[in-house]
């Protein structure tokens, strides 16, 4: 079983910059890829960012250029930096880690970014 922690969320205005972290709990051994979702009031969730155990990382359109994923691998961690934030941006964001062929969800932390 892997317990997620994330952090990093609250209000922010236009423009500006969060950093989002989610540390998993327990060994390393059999994770992969780590990855962050986001879901909006009365929409689907939807990818944002995924980052592989090898370090490749894929983003959704509508993030690239602004938001940059890494991960700590020794720490079990793993980080979405986030700028140039836009209203569309509101969303609660989920952390994903998959261990072996389980995929684990945080409970999620809210992003508000002000107009």
């Known amino acids: 079983q892997v317990q997620l922690v994330e952090s990093g969320g609250g209000l922010v205005q236009h423009g500006g910059s969060l950093r989002l972290s989610c540390a998993a709990s327990?060994?390393?051994?059999?994770?992969?890829?780590m990855g962050w979702y986001r879901q909006a009031p009365g929409k689907q969730r939807e990818l944002v960012a995924t980052?592989?155990?090898?370090?490749?990382?894929h983003y959704a359109d509508s993030v690239k250029g602004r938001f940059t994923i890494s991960r700590d691998s020794a720490k079990n961690t793993v980080y979405l930096q986030m700028n140039s934030l836009k209203p569309e941006d509101t969303a609660v964001y989920y952390c994903?880690?998959?261990?072996?062929?389980?995929?684990?969800w945080g409970k999620g932390t809210l992003v508000t970014v002000s107009s």
């Open positions: 980052v592989t155990g090898g370090g490749s990382t």
């Open positions: 994903n880690v998959q261990k072996y062929a389980i995929f684990y």
């Open positions: 327990g060994s390393s051994s059999g994770i992969n890829a």
